[in-house]
DNA sequence: GTTAACAGTTAACGGTGTTCACCATAAAGG
DNA sequence: CCTTTATGGTGAACACCGTTAACTGTTAAC
């Protein structure tokens, strides 16, 4: 069980203060080097393509000298996974902070997300298209790669509690939806604040449809009915966006 | 391009007359049993876990025997794929033929695709979760494993254009989508018939929520707001109904 | 009954992630 | 300033991978 004080500072990008030695710098620099080196591969060539020594080849080192940097290869798969949330999700707030209304924001990240996926496809693939991440139970501790997610997520969460704070969605009524996911839908007062099981229920309708959208169409299985998935994104969003009383802009 | 005609014999399952020899016979199962174990290796250790030699040393053959059977690890694969989704199919026409009424089937089907999904999570991941299978392009000729994904869509296809020729639901006003997406949704009448463009939006929506709903599930990725997405699916799955005007159950 | 196809073997090549022993250099300490 | 120590690098090696080649029995076919 998480706390909300666990919450907040899990939210919080770290900025430590950098009291960076010479050596220290220098070794971040290579790591970094090392990242960019992988998704250059992962772009090119797939999830398969970043091994190694393809790694280590592609600036110019040896194998065994990427262990000084990572502990293993999943290690840097997870390292980058953590650096990519972080760049989608700086690109989504980038993005989101164009427009005051909160409303307007809403569409902005969803469009963002859409357009990050559809240029990046091959780390989207990387970062939403894996199998069964992982459970999130209890024993397992949050690695970083989690938390990024976690701050990734944040966004969205964050932006329907704002909206719903300026102008309540109702949401269908309790006794459509039932006892036992109105039982759930109350359950989670630290991400949703005091959103009643409806709204919630239409926060977790607009993410879900928008993943499934996305997902979609970036992993090719929209190709046999639609050429180009914009006009239908667009019209999918206008639709939720009328669902949560938004003043949706016309086709 | 496709003609209709091409879809029929695609869409027809080829229940080939086996004059079998006896060598015939014994192949085949040789290649069953081969199948049979990688599946094993991928519901128990992933996708990385079916390996040639894995296979082989579970049936215990030395790995370049299966190139009797296989022209390489990716035909295997894309063998296992084609098998999955034959039996992922079969499910879901058995499952439907539970029901007579239209209706009551296209929720069956639903389920039954969740239900399938949450029972082999491996096999889902593998045949749905796979980032940029295939562009689909006219260069790109139809393999066997894409002739199965489109018999397992066209459960779905013939299903919905079935409920809108018994009943149909008329779908948003064509001056809400937009032009754009009416052109591109009236393009392909050998899948819709003779469904108007409303129409053809709604059983996409249909489509692109209940993957969705299912993938962000067997996925994990919705464990942090429901410990239990069965009754949300359940929720889900009513609304869309109510679009596609069926009487749906209450909660 | 001869012949040819088939189903399997072992050996080997290049590739992978990973570990180990080793070495140079750069920082730190007396 | 010199010594010590940690750091970042190396090549060799292990076990595994997909794949190919050469070879060997068995089995069906003419």
Redesign the interface.
Same mark, same amino acid.
């Not at 006794?175 to 996911?181: D, H, K, S, V």
């Given at each position: 069980m998480f706390t909300i004080k666990d919450r907040v500072t899990l939210l919080s990008r770290k900025v430590s203060v950098e009291t960076s030695t010479r050596r220290e710098r220098q070794r971040a620099e290579t790591a970094a080097e090392i990242k960019a080196a992988a998704r250059k591969l992962l772009v090119e060539g797939?999830?398969s393509a970043v091994g190694l020594r393809a790694v280590a080849r592609e600036l110019g080192l040896s194998a065994p000298a990427l262990y000084r940097y990572f502990a293993s290869h999943e290690d840097l798969m997870a390292a980058l996974v953590t650096e990519l949330y972080d760049e989608l999700t700086a690109y989504l707030v980038a993005r989101r902070d164009t427009s005051e209304d909160l409303g307007e924001q809403l569409f902005l990240v969803a469009g963002g997300l859409r357009d990050w996926a559809l240029a990046h #496809? $091959?780390e &989207?693939?990387?970062l &939403?298209?894996?199998? =069964? #991440?992982? #459970?999130?139970a209890e024993d397992h501790d949050l690695t970083p790669s989690h938390q990024a997610a976690?701050r990734f997520?944040a966004v969205f969460e964050q932006l329907v509690v704002q909206v719903y704070r300026q102008r309540p969605f109702p949401g269908?009524p309790e006794?459509? +939806?039932? #006892?036992?996911?109105v039982g759930? +839908?109350g359950?989670?007062p630290e991400?949703f604040g005091e959103m009643p099981p409806g709204a =919630?229920?239409l926060a +977790?309708?607009y993410w879900?449809?928008l993943?499934?959208?996305i997902?979609?169409e =970036? &992993?090719?299985?929209?190709?046999?009915?639609? %050429? %180009?998935a914009g006009?239908?994104f667009? $019209?999918?969003l206008?639709?939720i966006g009328e669902a949560l009383g938004l003043d949706c802009p016309p $086709?």
């Open positions: 797939g999830a #496809p $091959a &989207f693939g990387l &939403f298209g894996a199998p =069964v #991440p992982n #459970p999130l976690m997520g269908p006794e459509l +939806l039932g #006892p036992e996911l759930q +839908l359950r989670k991400i =919630v229920y +977790l309708t879900t449809r993943y499934g959208l997902c979609m =970036v &992993f090719g299985q929209l190709h046999w009915a639609l %050429d %180009d006009a239908y667009e $019209a999918q206008r639709e $086709a």
